[in-house]
């Protein structure tokens, strides 16, 4: 009986244990029981509820921050881009000026150094003033005309500029040939310098063996060529100070 009476009891106990682990792993929210042990049959872990269950007032805080952010981002965005739109057309409006007075210049000093009783029509490009004439003279005589009107010969820096001058070809360049003690037969322009930019027409010599004498000149093709004689129209170049 003693025997009977124990294991009875381990049992009753057994039973005992069973219902209090089966009460432990009921889930509150849906009375089911949850499986809580792993696929390997490991130890028990316990179930976590998802983020936004588990910290609610986290939620409410950052979203409203978000929101406030994406407000403000919007508002300096929206700053900028009001600001750029008023300076580029200020900008534009300053340009228009610059334009308008440097072409009124060299319309002024056009006519304050006209020689010959017409109207002379100067052209703008960057900081110098042009002219094309629309007579026929010798290099010298052209020359003389541009410094009469307070300017030179075309002098030519650059690819852009000697695009710009292409359109008046077969016209005089301020450029000519000269022999100077320290160095050989070369080419100088008007103001006396050397420039790197040359645009001689293919075949030409460049290297003149018969001293100085030679000038040269833009073809109608925007080449440049050379001759010790002749008559052409030619270019003035005076600069915007």
Known sequence: MNVRY?????????????RLDDYENVDPFTDHHVDVSTQ???????????????????SAVVG??????????????CS?????????????E??????NLSYSFCQTQGRESQTQGDITEWERFRCSCYYKSTERKTWTESR???????????????????EFVSKH????????SVTKSDWKDGWEWVDESVTQYRAWHQGVDVQPKDGT?????????????????????????????
Do not use: M
């Not at 124990?6 to 069973?18: F, K, L, M, T, Y």
């Not at 300053?94 to 334009?99: C, I, K, V």
């Not at 000038?215 to 080449?223: F, P, V």
């Open 64 to 77: 409203p921050l978000l929101v406030a952010g994406c407000i403000i981002l919007f508002k300096l965005y």
């Open 6 to 18: 124990s294991r009875g009891a381990r049992e009753d106990r057994g039973d005992r244990v069973e």
């Open 213 to 241: 004498g030679l000038t040269a000149y833009i073809d109608l093709e925007g080449a440049w060529r050379h001759n010790k004689t002749g008559s052409k129209q030619w270019i003035c170049e005076r600069q915007i100070y």
């Open 144 to 162: 003389r005309d541009c410094q009469e009107r307070g300017a030179d010969l075309v002098i030519i820096n650059n690819k852009e500029e000697h």
């Open 169 to 176: 070809g077969d016209s005089w360049i301020g450029l000519q």
């Open 94 to 99: 300053l340009q228009s000026s610059y334009n």
């Open 80 to 92: 900028v881009s009001l600001e750029n739109n008023r300076l580029q057309s200020r900008y534009e």
């Open 40 to 58: 390997d049959g490991g130890a028990h872990t316990p179930k976590h509820l998802p983020a936004v269950q588990r910290n609610p007032l986290r």
